[in-house]
C-alpha cells in the first residue's frame, strides 16, 4: 500500500492525460495550481491498463479520472463490452495495489452516449471505488447517489474560472466596427460545436423569438457534420441577423467575440455543468442559461437570466429580459462570480481530499 508521509511528495496522473486536453484548459490550469499545493503531475501514455498500473506503483500515487468513457467505450457493442470488462477489472485492481482513485465527475453521462448500459455498469463501480468524487454544484451529490449508488465521499469546488487564461475582451467598439455591428444587441453561441447543442435549432428559434433589434453570432469549431445540419442556410435567409464564425478559434482571437457582444447564450437542451459559464463570466459577460440545477447555483438575476429550454415563450421571455439588465453591472455582477472559482480555491479542496485519501489504511 503507498502510505502517505509528511516529508513524501503526493504525485497524481490524469486520464486524460494533459496532452489530449489541449482544446480545454481545464487540465492545464488545475496542474498548474496543484503545484502550488506541492502535488507533483505526472504524464501518462492514455493506456489505462495492467501495465501501466505496475509500472507506477512507487511513482504515483493518486489516479483521477475526469472523463472516464474514454476508457471503457469502443466503436462497436462487442468492443465497448470487452473493453467495460477491462475497465471494470483494473478499477479494483487499482485499488488493491494502492493507488487511490478520484473522480471530477464533468457529466453524468457522455453528452452523446449510445449503448447505455456499458456507461451504467463502469460509472457504478467507478463511484464505489473510487476514494472521493469531485462535483461542481450542490445538487450533483443527490443526482449521482440516485444514478449510481455508493458511499463516496463527494468534494464541493468550483469550477475554476479563465480570468488571466485568455486576454482580456477588447476594446467594444473597434471590434464591433471591426464586424460590422452597431448598435444592435449581440447575443454570442460560442464552443466547440456538437450535436448536444443544437446549434442550429437555436439558430431557428433566435429568427422566431428574439427581438428584431438583435443579432446572433455563432463562433466555434464544428465537431460534427450533425451539429450543424442546415445551420449555413439559416444565417443565409436571416437578413444578416445570423452571423457565423465556424473555424477553431485561436486562443488570442477568442476575447474578440466576448468585447462584440451583450451576453451569451449557452443553448444547451441538457447539461451537467458548464465550463462556458465560467469562461462567459470571466469575459464580464452576462448569460442566458437553461433552467438546470448547476446553472440555477451559479446564475444570479443579475448576471443572468434562466428559461425552460422546452418552451418557446420562456425562451423569448429570456431572450427580451437579458437586454434590461445593466450592461456594464451585470458584467461586473459575472466577474465577481468568476473570482469566487479561483483555481487556488479548487486545488486546495482537491490537494486536501489527496491528503485524506492516503491517510486512510
Not at 463562433?219 to 441577423?241: H, Y
Request: proline residues 5%.
Amino acid at each position: 500500500m503507498i502510505e502517505e508521509k509528511d516529508h513524501q511528495q503526493i504525485t497524481v496522473t490524469f486520464f486524460p492525460p494533459l496532452k489530449l486536453t489541449t482544446g480545454n484548459p481545464y487540465n492545464k490550469l488545475l496542474i498548474d495550481s496543484l503545484a502550488k499545493e506541492g502535488i507533483e503531475t505526472i504524464e501518462n501514455n492514455n493506456r489505462f491498463n495492467l501495465s501501466f498500473l505496475l509500472r507506477n506503483r512507487k511513482r504515483v500515487s493518486i489516479i483521477h479520472f475526469h472523463w472516464p468513457s474514454i476508457y471503457y467505450k469502443g466503436r462497436s457493442p462487442l468492443q465497448s463490452l470487452s473493453r467495460t470488462i477491462r475497465f471494470c477489472t483494473l478499477l479494483p485492481l487499482s485499488r488493491i495495489m494502492g493507488y487511490r482513485i478520484f473522480w471530477t465527475v464533468h457529466n453524468l453521462y457522455p453528452h452523446e452516449m449510445i449503448r447505455v448500459l456499458h456507461h451504467k455498469i463502469a460509472r457504478r463501480l467507478l463511484v464505489i471505488l473510487s476514494n472521493g468524487l469531485f462535483i461542481h454544484f450542490k445538487g450533483a451529490e443527490g443526482e449521482i447517489r440516485r444514478e449510481f449508488g455508493g458511499n463516496t465521499k463527494f468534494y464541493l469546488i468550483p469550477h475554476g474560472n479563465y480570468i488571466g487564461f485568455y486576454d482580456k475582451p477588447m476594446e467594444r467598439q473597434s471590434v464591433r466596427e471591426m464586424l460590422d455591428l452597431k448598435d444592435e444587441f449581440v447575443y454570442l453561441i460560442f464552443g466547440r460545436f456538437r450535436a448536444y447543442k443544437d446549434v442550429s435549432v437555436s439558430a431557428k428559434r433566435f429568427l422566431l423569438l428574439a427581438p428584431s433589434n438583435s443579432i446572433l453570432l455563432i463562433a466555434g469549431e464544428p465537431r460534427d457534420k450533425s451539429s450543424l445540419q442546415g445551420l449555413e442556410d439559416i444565417a443565409d435567409a436571416s437578413g444578416n441577423r445570423i452571423r457565423l464564425f465556424l473555424k477553431d478559434i485561436p486562443d488570442n482571437e477568442l476575447p474578440l467575440y466576448f468585447a462584440a457582444s451583450d451576453c451569451v447564450w449557452l443553448s444547451y437542451r441538457r447539461i451537467f455543468t458548464s465550463g462556458n459559464l465560467l469562461l462567459s463570466y470571466s469575459m464580464k459577460k452576462p448569460v442566458i442559461a437553461p433552467d438546470a440545477p448547476f446553472f440555477r447555483e451559479m446564475v444570479t438575476p443579475s448576471s443572468g437570466v434562466l428559461y425552460d429550454p422546452n418552451d418557446d415563450l420562456s425562451l423569448q421571455h429570456a431572450l427580451l429580459s437579458i437586454q434590461g439588465l445593466d450592461r456594464i453591472k451585470a458584467g461586473e455582477e459575472a466577474y465577481r462570480i468568476a473570482l469566487e472559482c479561483s483555481w487556488d480555491k479548487v486545488a486546495g479542496i482537491t490537494a486536501q481530499a489527496y491528503r485524506e485519501a492516503l491517510r486512510e489504511d
